[in-house]
């Protein structure tokens, strides 16, 4: 497989219990014309020995193993590496529906123009909140990033239910050291697409694990949160065309801060010195194109400001 056509990457950090499922709903892809490339990333556990056994039993899969350096690290490792025309990342404890690539792969076959494909998910599968996205077929060949903005994919910032053209990763890598690295990574890839398909077919299965940080209350979360979704702002404030979706999108900013000052208020003002936010007054609030429900959540800070608002918050829980 000198030269295939798709590289899959997956990051392996301790998942021994999950890994085997996740590998073999690869390996059952009704498209074959892919590589594997299993990062272990420093696991404790036996996920790197069980890649080595993989690895041998079919030659389509490349192991490489390196010390700890984080999600982020692993999938850069994987690009590094990759020697398909197109990328696709699967987390170690997901799966995938067995018509995934066949499918969708299709597709781009069929219009060689597009750069970034997404496809269903099914987020947080086996849990009560578990529900499909699936949002296509839309294609979108013109202005990609602002269409992406506009219909607020940054609500589902995943790079994993994604298919991407290798050469979009030329200079841009995930950044290590961060959490929801999707956030910082997804808005820039959107900018260097020139066209985008929103397709209707296969589904990545992103499966729900107790104690993940996607599913938790941390301070760290929100924190992360905060920040990515406030550097995604203040590049998007910048275009002209987005004004009113940027000023939407800053309530989801305040949302994030509302959860950082119930766990430390003390960290949360030191912190929003640091990222100055314009304040938001009554009348730009009730103009916006929102709900009414999220008017009526954002009076105080129209009203009263940041700091009134984050107390009020606290103490409704």
């Keep these: 497989m ?46 790197g020995e069980l890649c080595d056994r993989f690895a041998q039993r079919d030659t389509r899969i490349r192991v490489f193993h390196q010390d700890n350096r984080g999600l982020s690290g692993a999938r850069n490792r994987g690009i590094d590496v990759a020697r398909g025309e197109y990328i696709a990342f699967i987390d170690s404890d997901d799966t995938v529906s067995p018509d995934l690539f066949a499918a969708n792969m299709k597709i781009l076959g069929a219009d060689p123009s597009i750069d970034l494909l997404e496809f269903p998910i099914f987020v947080y599968y086996g849990a009560p909140e578990a529900h499909l996205w699936r949002k296509g077929p839309h294609d979108f060949n013109e202005t990609p ?16 239910n994604k298919l991407f053209r290798s050469n979009l990763f030329r200079d841009i890598r995930f950044p290590e050291g961060k959490i929801f690295e999707d956030i910082f990574t997804i808005p820039k890839i959107f900018k260097e697409c020139r066209h985008y398909y929103l397709s209707d077919r296969g589904i990545y299965y992103y499966h729900a694990r107790e104690g993940s940080i996607s599913r938790s209350e941390s301070f760290d979360k929100y924190h992360a949160l905060f920040e990515s979704y406030y550097q995604l702002w203040r590049n998007v404030r910048k275009n002209k065309t987005l004004q009113i979706e940027a000023n939407v999108f800053r309530l989801s900013i305040y949302d994030w801060i509302i959860g950082m000052n119930r766990i430390n208020s003390k960290h949360t003002h030191r912190i929003l010195q640091r990222y100055p936010l314009p304040k938001t007054g009554l009348f730009p609030l009730l103009s916006l194109p929102v709900p009414i429900r999220r008017k009526i959540k954002n009076l105080p800070l129209a009203l009263f400001g940041i700091r009134v608002h984050c107390w009020i918050y606290k103490l409704i829980k």
């Design 145 to 160: 990033f602002e269409e992406w903005f506009r219909r607020k994919g940054y609500d589902h910032t995943y790079a994993c």
């Design 2 to 47: 000198e030269n295939p056509l798709l590289s899959i990457i997956t990051p392996v950090y301790n998942v021994e219990h999950y890994l085997p499922g996740c590998i073999e709903s690869i390996l059952a892809q009704q498209f074959t014309d892919f590589e594997l490339i299993l990062i272990n990333d420093g696991s404790t556990d036996e996920s």
